[in-house]
Antibody, heavy 119, light 108 residues
Framework: QVQLVQSGAEVKKPGASVKVSCKASGYTFTRYYMHWVRQAPGQGLEWMGI????????SYAQKFQGRVTMTRDTSTSTVYMELSSLRSEDTAVYYC????????????WGQGTLVTVSS | EIVMTQSPATLSVSLGERATLSCRAS???????LAWYQQKPGQAPRLLIYYASTRATGTPARFSGSGSGTEFTLAISSLQSEDFAVYYC?????????FGQGTKLEIK
């Protein structure tokens, strides 16, 4: 069965960086795109960007340009999302989610990773 | 960026009754690239409906999606206790993907 398993919760200080992983299983990793979506406490969903695990190409939401980097490791079927220059407003649950094409519904999601930014 | 607006923000409905949730896009969604997700506290969103009206695998038949262009609706007939959650609409016509702010469905 399809599973997206994310790394554990993180606590970071303002100005630091965080790297969250998302390990895929149960399907051919390179055939599906992966997205990152975040959710601040009590708030809605916010799309951060997409990575093509086959080519490694990425596209980021303008809001995160220059601060976010998405990468993948095909040998372990894992995608990574690194967010730098953290501020308190980045405190959120970060989710990975897959789509079959680059314009598609998110059919499977990871369990989420809470990132807390606090001094 | 396409702005998605959901209404109402909170909907109170009794068990066994019907609920109707609305979602409006700021511009027409080509190919009806509109999905609905259900989210329960502490859980990731779960895909319910895609292409505006196609039920995802495992979505009960009491859930139905409709609409086109800029106006979309999620209907839940005969509400069950497990249906009380927050529902989000999502457009995937263009990047950036955008989501509505959510409708919280609560027991009346």
């Amino acid at each position: 069965q399809v599973q997206l398993v994310q790394s554990g919760a993180e606590v970071k200080k303002p100005g630091a960086s965080v790297k969250v992983s998302c390990k895929a299983s149960g399907y051919t990793f390179t055939r599906y795109y992966m997205h990152w979506v975040r959710q601040a406490p009590g708030q809605g969903l916010e799309w951060m960007g997409i990575i093509n695990p086959n080519s490694g190409s990425t596209s980021y939401a303008q809001k995160f340009q220059g601060r976010v980097t998405m990468t993948r490791d095909t040998s372990t079927s894992t995608v990574y999302m690194e967010l730098s220059s953290l501020r308190s407003e980045d405190t959120a649950v970060y989710y990975c989610g897959r789509t079959y094409s680059n314009y598609d519904q998110l059919d499977y999601w990871g369990q989420g990773t809470l990132v807390t930014v606090s001094s | 960026e396409i702005v998605m607006t959901q209404s109402p923000a909170t909907l109170s409905v009794s068990l066994g009754e019907r609920a109707t949730l609305s979602c409006r896009a700021s511009q027409s969604l080509s190919n009806n690239y509109l999905a609905w997700y259900q989210q329960k506290p502490g859980q990731a969103p779960r895909l319910l409906i895609y292409y505006a009206s196609t039920r995802a695998t495992g979505t009960p038949a009491r859930f139905s999606g409709s609409g086109s262009g800029t106006e979309f609706t999620l209907a839940i007939s005969s509400l069950q206790s497990e249906d009380f959650a927050v529902y989000y609409c999502h457009q995937y016509t263009t990047w950036p993907y955008t989501f509505g702010q959510g409708t919280k469905l609560e027991i009346k």
